[in-house]
């Protein structure tokens, strides 16, 4: 597939630091929207730039040269995106770390990128885990090259930390020539260390260029995807290419970023601030669906009945969408007017009134979810890229979305589909490489600048493109076949009796699966035929339960070749999470974890044969 031509910079704006000075000159609307101990506060576009430039001048004032690593281990917030930006401004470079990384995994990456500076925000109030800055300070000792750490908030304790109230008043005590520095940014410079989340192996600092982020922001602004009189809510980790992606477009459009205040507490923000745009993973949309499935089915009397009957025709018109077979009945435009038009009401009083549009990425979305969105009259498009592609490299737009495809390219940016299907990407949003990893670069990135994505696709006549499934993911059981285990487990949340999922059987005789099940929905399910019971065990051992589970998994089965069946399950014991590993911070299973965990499980589940 030829590339479309590479969208050109606007006079001026030739990097992320430049566009958001040209956004504080054009733009008079808020820059960003965040919850303070008064209420939401407003920031302009100038003061936005003001504390850049404060914190990227404190950076300077502290040693930090062109060419420095600058880690951020905090949860997303305004004070990261200044700070992020600052470190641009210093012609440093970033190292977004999750914020709910482990000490490990933190180590891990400040020694790998030789990070000269630590910005930690001190959440003392996670009852998860130890505050960031008690598990940074574990291992900073083993991080010999990081000489400082600034606190976001708090008091500084040790020799090596400074607030950043300290870092601006240092910035400011020195010479100003922040207009110079930004002015001498190559498009070559690198402008982020991003590290991949290490489902298998360590994980490999990515990194991309002020040219990548300065690409994305203009095929961005090109598709019109996002309007200048939007306004975004913004939970995402920053830590992840999706989240950075939605602030290259924020400097270069000036629409209005409201930041929520958690992952908790996003629902309410929604309804508090009334965006118009909604980026999320596809695990969130899931949730939501299920969520509604789930208080539709368990309701009461007629309304119950109603629901019931309405989501059993949704079932059919979903089964015969992703068929190709024809759709309409009356019962189902009755099913929609009686039920589905009211749960849109209901949805968009709850997200604030105003949204009119979702972005999903990070991982495929189940084309049931996506129908019931689209039923419910809200438009989603997913978009496809990864980490390496700096994000962002096929979208469906408003308006041209087909359900199921990850969209067209971005204009600039070329497709390939190799001779074992899996899909290539060239263009000026890939990579320059790992971090001092030639080897693991040349694996990837191939001679002709082709970068090999490692997923299995299609891209059809019109250049919508289809994800099959990871190209290391397929499942080879020992009689031969290959298997897509994500398509399994996508198809397996779709049930409201199933909150997650992981299959397994690669080199064994046949499928099986671990169910993480919806215990919420489970004990409706329960309540429903008069059953209450205490603990989760005795939730996932009752028999209306594991029926459900079964029933789930039969249906699922039903439109499959035997070989790629789910023979058993097992129900886990508690759901997966990022705490116990099983989870990256996007929310994908890491397998060599959850199997790891169920060793025992799973080795039972093939004690004998079940056909």
């Known amino acids: 597939m030829s590339a479309a031509v590479v969208p050109a910079a606007a006079p001026g704006e030739r990097n992320l630091v430049e566009m958001l000075l040209a956004r504080a000159k054009d733009r008079s609307g808020p820059a960003a929207r965040h919850k303070t101990a008064s209420g939401w506060s407003d920031v302009s576009w100038p003061e936005l730039v003001s504390r850049v430039r404060a914190v990227s001048n404190g950076l300077t004032a502290l040693g930090v040269k062109p060419g420095d690593r600058v880690a951020v281990f905090a949860a997303t917030s305004l004070t990261w995106l200044v700070t992020d930006l600052a470190i641009a401004a210093a012609r440093a470079v970033c190292v977004p770390i999750y914020a709910s990384n482990t000490p490990d995994e933190v180590r891990f990456i400040l020694q790998d990128s030789g990070a000269v500076v630590l910005f930690v925000d001190d959440d003392v109030a996670d009852a998860r885990q130890a505050g960031r800055l008690t598990r940074a300070r574990a291992k900073l000792r083993e991080a010999p090259d990081c000489r400082a750490v600034v606190l976001f908030s708090g008091t500084a304790t040790a020799p090596a930390e400074l607030t950043l109230e300290s870092l601006v008043a240092k910035g400011a005590e020195g010479r100003d020539d922040f207009d110079a520095r930004v002015a001498g940014?190559?498009?070559?410079?690198?402008?982020?260390?991003?590290?991949?989340?290490?489902?298998?192996?360590?994980?490999?600092?990515?990194?991309?260029?002020?040219g990548n982020w300065g690409f994305e922001a203009n095929a961005i602004r090109a598709l019109g995807v996002m309007k200048p009189e939007d306004a975004l809510m913004l939970f995402l980790p920053l830590a992840h290419s999706f989240a950075q992606v939605v602030k290259a477009s924020w400097v270069a459009l000036g629409f209005t970023l409201i930041i929520a205040e958690s992952v908790e507490k996003v629902v309410a923000n929604l309804a508090e601030t009334s965006p118009t745009i909604f980026p999320a993973v596809p695990r969130v949309f899931e949730k939501v669906y299920a969520s509604v499935q789930s208080n539709a089915l368990s309701a009461p009397g007629l309304k119950g009945a109603l629901g019931r009957w309405a989501f059993g025709l949704f079932d059919e018109y979903a089964a015969a969408r992703e068929a190709g077979r024809p759709t309409g009945s009356l019962g189902f435009s009755l099913a929609r007017a009686l039920v589905f038009d009211k749960v849109r009401s209901a949805l968009e009083q709850k997200l604030g009134g105003r949204l009119r549009l979702f972005v999903s990425g990070g991982a495929p979305l189940p084309r049931k979810v996506g129908y019931f969105f689209e039923l419910c009259g809200f438009s989603v498009c997913e978009g496809y890229g990864l980490t390496e592609t700096t994000a962002g490299s096929t979208i469906n737009v408003p308006g041209d979305i087909r359900i199921g495809t990850v969209g067209r390219a971005f204009p600039g940016v070329e497709l390939a589909i190799a001779k074992d299907g899996e899909i290539l990407?060239?263009?000026?949003?890939?990579?320059?490489?790992?971090?001092?990893?030639?080897?693991?670069?040349?694996?990837?990135?191939?001679?002709?600048?082709?970068?090999?994505?490692?997923?299995?696709?299609?891209?059809?006549?019109?250049?919508?493109?289809?994800?099959?499934?990871?190209?290391?993911?397929?499942?080879?059981?020992?009689?031969?076949?290959?298997?897509?285990?994500?398509?399994?487990?996508?198809?397996?949340?779709?049930?409201?009796?199933?909150?997650?999922?992981?299959?397994?059987?690669?080199?064994?005789p046949y499928l099986v699966v671990l169910i993480a099940v919806n215990e919420e929905h489970a004990r409706k399910l329960l309540a429903d035929v008069g059953v209450t019971v205490g603990t989760t065990t005795e939730v996932l051992k009752r028999p209306e339960v594991v029926g459900a589970v079964k029933a789930a998994i039969d249906a699922v089965n039903a439109d499959l070749p035997p070989y790629s069946t789910l023979k058993r399950f097992f129900n886990v014991p508690r759901d997966f999470s990022q705490e116990t590993g099983e989870l990256t911070p996007t929310l994908k299973v890491k397998r060599k974890v959850v199997t790891a965990s169920y060793q025992a499980e799973l080795a039972a589940l093939y004690a004998d044969a079940w056909e």
């Open 185 to 210: 940014i190559a498009p070559d410079d690198l402008c982020h260390l991003i590290y991949t989340s290490g489902t298998t192996g360590d994980p490999k600092g990515v990194m991309l260029t002020h």
């Open 425 to 508: 990407v060239r263009g000026p949003n890939v990579m320059k490489g790992y971090f001092r990893n030639e080897a693991a670069t040349a694996e990837v990135l191939r001679s002709d600048g082709f970068f090999q994505t490692g997923d299995i696709g299609t891209v059809d006549a019109d250049g919508f493109v289809r994800i099959t499934d990871r190209k290391k993911d397929l499942i080879k059981t020992s009689g031969g076949k290959y298997c897509a285990p994500q398509n399994l487990e996508n198809a397996l949340k779709t049930f409201p009796i199933v909150s997650n999922s992981m299959v397994h059987g690669d080199r064994r």
